[in-house]
């Protein structure tokens, strides 16, 4: 998995040591992969700064996306069962062919 | 005679900011009382219940008990903090954007190019490429021989 926000490496790398997470961090700094993507909450963040609305996405190998979630209350989120069942029922490891 | 003190108005007082305080210090950990403060509803319930109960002891029998001054300051804030709080549950929570042009179940997810947390640049058919590896990382997050997907999680931020 990946996560990503609209933080510098630096800080981003500073939250991966202090709570040991050992998945990879992406650091949209520029606001290029959320504005492509459509995820910009406008002045969302401290002081006006536009950030990510929170979403999840699962791709399969083939980089086709599978399953999304976008929440509309950022106080609820995809939940990690959630999303272990849903790449279980998904069969990942055998893409549709279609 | 001496009035007695008022402990309902403090005591209430004081679960009004641990009612709010301790949502996202503590409950907010726990999916079942994160995405429903039912938790932290009753504390404030609780916390504002003591306040009124003090106030009218306060009013009611003034030669007995003191707070009519204190006991309105203390309402008027446990009001107010409560209100803050339903306020960024219930409201700005959700007021996040909708999101029409995101990549929809079945399409390809466009391709993206952005740094990781040590700079690096890491390419999206990079991360499902099952050759993928990072030096930094530890050898458990990426040694597996083969990709099945990836799960991308878009967060807010400010960590």
């Known amino acids: 998995m990946a996560a990503v926000s609209v933080d510098s490496p630096e800080e981003s790398e500073r939250l991966r040591k202090l709570a040991g997470y050992s998945f990879l961090i992406l650091c949209d700094d520029q606001d290029e992969l959320i504005r492509r993507w459509d995820l910009v909450h406008a002045h969302g963040g401290e002081g006006g700064k536009d950030i990510a609305r929170p979403a999840e996405f699962i791709l ?5 996306v599978r399953w999304v979630k976008l ?27 279609d | 005679m001496k009035r007695s003190w008022n402990p309902a108005l403090w005591v209430g007082f004081a679960l009004v900011l641990i009612g709010t305080l301790s949502y996202p210090y503590f ?9 429903f403060p039912w938790a ?8 504002l219940a003591l306040i009124a109960a003090g106030l009218r002891r ?7 008990y003191v707070g009519k001054i204190s006991g309105s300051i203390l309402a008027v ?4 903090v409560t209100g803050f709080f339903l306020f ?19 399409a390809a997810a466009p ?6 947390s040590l700079g690096h640049p890491v390419a999206l058919s990079a991360l499902l490429d099952s050759s993928f590896r990072t030096n930094d990382w530890p050898s458990d997050a990426f040694g597996r021989d083969k990709t099945d997907g990836l799960v991308l999680i878009f967060y807010r931020g400010y960590w």
């Open chain 1, 60 to 64: 399969d190998s083939t980089g086709k």
């Open chain 2, 58 to 64: 306060a009013f009611q029998r003034p030669e007995a």
């Open chain 2, 27 to 35: 409950f907010i950990r726990f999916p079942v009382t994160r995405d």
């Open chain 1, 71 to 97: 929440t509309d209350d950022f106080l609820i989120r995809a939940r990690p069962e959630e999303v272990l069942q849903v790449i279980d029922s998904l069969h990942l490891s055998s893409p549709p062919s």
């Open chain 2, 111 to 116: 391709e993206f190019t952005i740094p990781d």
């Open chain 2, 88 to 106: 960024v549950v219930f409201y700005m929570a959700r007021q996040l954007p909708a999101s029409s042009g995101s990549p929809k179940v079945g």
């Open chain 2, 77 to 80: 804030l446990g009001v107010f």
């Open chain 2, 40 to 47: 932290n509803l009753l504390l404030l319930a609780i916390a």
